[in-house]
């Protein structure tokens, strides 16, 4: 694979913030990707075109510490998935916020802490197509029901399965790409409150799509992602009804390995 190509990337580290999400307009709209490389950020690798150990910050070839190195060919990676780090310049970690209506009662939870791991292959099935697939179970922990009363709890831990894979074709220049989460069982997770108004079992449904930093459309991105209310408030859905997730989250190799990103390579 040529790296020099034009790169629209997307974070991958989006992979486990979806868990509360239910995309099905998005997924339907998107076509799978044909031209989707998953990458590490490395230190010394690639065109040294990052000044980041995220490979967020594009400053040329040759003038970054760091660049892009494309996963193996058909070898399944493990991947660990996290909150840490993503929020004050890399000093905290961001929470994951869910916004819905329960019963018409305007409900939110929160989670201080999410973790996870999986699994990402790239494939080229035939000449010129480039796919990424794979697989995670993230945990969200640390929760609390804010709304409709602080007395609301949230039994832990918060659970999603899911099949992944690259996307393209989003937005309204058909011009971006992004991660497509699916759920492995009937739901992408269920949520429970206990001792309030709300109580009770509550399932989100459908697809996930998620895009990443720096933009949508950049040329590069690191592997760092982000969920926003602007985002997912159209598509999302809790019991349901509307609602919408705000979440950062990034993925590594597994074992403290290096920070992955997705790139669409044309």
Not at 170 to 177: D, H, V
Not at 216 to 225: L, R
Request: charged residues 20%.
């Amino acid at each position: 694979m040529n790296t020099m190509a034009r790169r629209t990337a997307v974070g991958i580290s989006l992979i486990c913030a979806l868990v509360f999400s239910a995309l099905a307009a998005q997924g339907a709209a998107a076509a799978e990707g044909k031209n989707t490389t998953a990458f590490t950020c490395v230190e010394g690798g690639g065109e040294k075109d990052f000044s980041d150990a995220h490979c967020d910050n594009n400053v040329g070839a040759g003038k970054g510490k760091y660049g892009h190195v494309a996963l193996p060919l058909n070898e399944k990676v493990s991947i660990s998935i996290s909150n840490e780090k993503t929020k004050n310049e890399t000093k905290e970690a961001a929470s994951t916020v869910l916004k819905g209506t329960i019963f018409g009662i305007k409900s939110e939870i929160v989670c201080k802490t999410v973790s996870g791991t999986g699994s990402l292959t790239n494939e080229e099935p035939s000449s010129k197509v480039h796919r990424v697939k794979g697989t995670v179970e993230a945990k969200f922990t640390s929760c609390t029901a804010p709304k409709p009363a602080l007395g609301c709890k949230v039994k832990e831990p918060i659970t999603v399965s899911s099949n992944v894979e690259g996307v393209e074709g989003l937005g309204t220049g058909k011009n971006e790409m992004g991660l497509e989460f699916k759920p492995t069982g009937e739901h992408f997770a269920t949520v429970t409150l206990e001792g309030c108004l709300v109580a009770g079992t509550f399932n989100t449904d459908g697809t996930a799509i998620a895009t990443g930093t720096p933009s949508n459309t950049a040329k590069w991105s690191g592997a760092t992602s982000v969920f926003t209310a602007a985002m997912t408030k159209e598509t999302l859905k809790l019991a349901g009804s509307a609602a919408e997730v705000e979440s950062t989250t990034t993925v590594t190799k597994a074992g403290g390995g290096n920070p992955i990103a997705l790139t669409t390579v044309t």
